[in-house]
């Protein structure tokens, strides 16, 4: 095989990877940018290597930045930056990993604010899940036992919840927020199983 052929080769399948780890990424959005910042890294690093970013590469990044923002664009893209990757990509970090007092204010905030759902138990666990990586990220250090009180206080007075939270207080280990997150998946499951029951018995009826 001559060496023309095995790197139009290389180049096709080089091609294909690219193109897979595009279409893996997703558009950036206030509850998934660990994820995201992850696979774009990974795509920098395939385009780049451990070298400096030629211009080519350069504007290939920016391309793929730009294209994975849009509702978050105007947010971190001004005329200023417009034109350079790296500063765009430290103008994300900023706005979504920020260590400044502010930031973390703000994403406290959204934590202490998020309102428990007893219709929607699973779309709660998925957003509590994302805002506990959300202040790891900006760096926001509280106990576990700390933060899973606080996410037990947000259970409304039902009997149900009630007792999970008895139980999680009292299960004789250390309480942290996936102990929390693990009782809660239990009650989805068991109120998307008595909703199947239910279902199953109007049909007979």
Same mark, same amino acid.
């Given at each position: 095989? =001559?060496?023309?052929?095995?790197?139009?080769?290389?180049?096709?399948? %080089? =091609?294909?990877?690219?193109?897979?780890?595009?279409?893996?990424? @997703?558009? !950036?959005?206030?509850? %998934?940018?660990?994820?995201?910042?992850?696979? *774009?890294?990974?795509?920098? &690093?395939?385009?780049?290597?451990?070298? &400096? @970013?030629?211009?080519?590469?350069?504007?290939?990044?920016?391309? !793929? #930045?730009?294209?994975? !923002?849009?509702?978050?664009?105007?947010?971190?893209?001004?005329?200023?930056?417009? &034109?350079?990757?790296?500063? *765009?990509?430290?103008? /994300?970090?900023?706005?979504?990993? +920020? =260590?400044?007092?502010?930031?973390?204010?703000?994403?406290?905030?959204?934590? +202490?604010?998020?309102?428990?759902?007893?219709?929607?138990?699973?779309?709660?666990?998925?957003? !509590?899940?994302?805002?506990?990586?959300?202040?790891?990220?900006?760096?926001?250090? *509280?106990?576990?036992?700390?933060?899973?009180? &606080? *996410? #037990?206080?947000?259970?409304?007075?039902?009997?149900?919840?009630?007792?999970?939270?008895?139980?999680?207080?009292?299960?004789?280990?250390?309480?942290?927020?996936?102990?929390? @997150?693990?009782?809660?998946?239990?009650?989805?499951?068991?109120?998307? +199983?008595?909703?199947?029951?239910?279902?199953?018995?109007?049909? /007979?009826?």
């Amino acid at each position: 095989m =001559s060496k023309t052929t095995e790197s139009s080769q290389m180049d096709r399948t %080089n =091609s294909v990877i690219f193109e897979t780890l595009i279409k893996a990424t @997703l558009l !950036l959005t206030d509850n %998934n940018f660990s994820m995201w910042k992850s696979k *774009i890294l990974t795509i920098f &690093e395939y385009l780049s290597g451990e070298g &400096e @970013l030629s211009t080519e590469i350069e504007l290939v990044l920016r391309m !793929l #930045l730009l294209a994975k !923002l849009e509702k978050v664009h105007d947010r971190v893209v001004n005329p200023s930056n417009e &034109e350079d990757t790296l500063i *765009i990509w430290q103008a /994300i970090i900023n706005e979504f990993a +920020s =260590s400044e007092a502010a930031n973390q204010e703000r994403i406290w905030n959204e934590f +202490s604010n998020m309102p428990f759902n007893d219709t929607e138990v699973l779309g709660f666990i998925t957003r !509590l899940r994302s805002m506990l990586i959300k202040m790891h990220e900006v760096g926001i250090v *509280i106990p576990p036992n700390i933060l899973s009180y &606080e *996410i #037990l206080n947000k259970f409304p007075p039902t009997t149900e919840l009630t007792t999970i939270a008895t139980t999680i207080q009292h299960c004789g280990s250390a309480i942290t927020p996936t102990h929390v @997150l693990y009782h809660l998946k239990l009650y989805a499951d068991n109120l998307a +199983s008595t909703a199947k029951v239910a279902k199953s018995q109007v049909r /007979i009826h």
